[in-house]
């Protein structure tokens, strides 16, 4: 421990008393000025030593002075004296505990407290979440309902034309065909102005009947 600082039972060691009488000579004011608490252990500062080691200077002269008459009481009573004041020390001190105590779980309240409106920010940004993903979701299935209905209306326009390019197919080959006909028709046209005539010949006589 530090020159500077001392534990409750090293300052009562070196005074040559107990630790609940140094608790019970502090009020609480002077406790929040002199002490602190490193690690579980409670300590005094310099200024909490001096002024400790003054009360206890003059706790022992009046202590002296009231030895003499305590002498002619019973020892049972200076006993009991003793105990009562120890016992009321030890209540202060454990008071004094148990205030340090509520005060510990009251910040371990308040962190508890922030931690659960944490906790409730992330739960509403996460169902935010989910609502969002689900509209994308029925969004995209209206879309893909409507480009499903658009191709069924543009299916029966791809088959008419493919109609189309069948019927103008045939016609092309009917056409093809009357050509052909045509052509065959006139070459034998050709052919048979090409014959020669066949003509009977008449005897002179014959000829003016």
Do not use: C, H
Not at 87 to 107: G, P, T, V, W
Not at 127 to 150: C, M, P, T, V, W
């Amino acid at each position: 421990m530090s020159d500077n600082l001392k534990t409750i039972k090293e300052l009562a060691d070196e005074l040559g008393v107990s630790k609940t009488a140094i608790n019970k000579k502090v009020t609480d004011r002077e406790r929040k000025l002199w002490f602190s608490k490193i690690g579980n252990k409670f300590v005094i500062n310099e200024d909490g030593q001096k002024s400790i080691k003054r009360m206890f200077e003059r706790v022992t002269e009046n202590l002296e002075s009231q030895t003499e008459n305590l002498e002619q009481k019973p020892n049972s009573q200076t006993e009991n004296f003793r105990n009562n004041n120890e016992n009321n020390a030890d209540i202060k001190y454990i008071l004094d505990i148990i205030e340090y105590q509520k005060e510990q779980i009251r910040d371990l309240q308040n962190t508890k407290d922030e931690q659960f409106k944490q906790l409730n920010n992330m739960q509403n940004l996460l169902d935010q979440q989910q609502r969002l993903a689900l509209q994308d979701k029925k969004l995209l299935e209206e879309y893909k309902s409507e480009i499903n209905e658009l191709k069924a209306l543009k299916m029966p326009q791809e088959e008419m034309k493919d109609g189309s390019s069948i019927r103008g197919e045939a016609q092309e080959e009917i056409e093809r065909l009357k050509a052909q006909l045509k052509l065959s028709e006139e070459e034998r046209n050709k052919a048979k102005e090409k014959e020669p005539v066949k003509t009977e010949s008449k005897k002179w006589w014959q000829r003016w009947k």
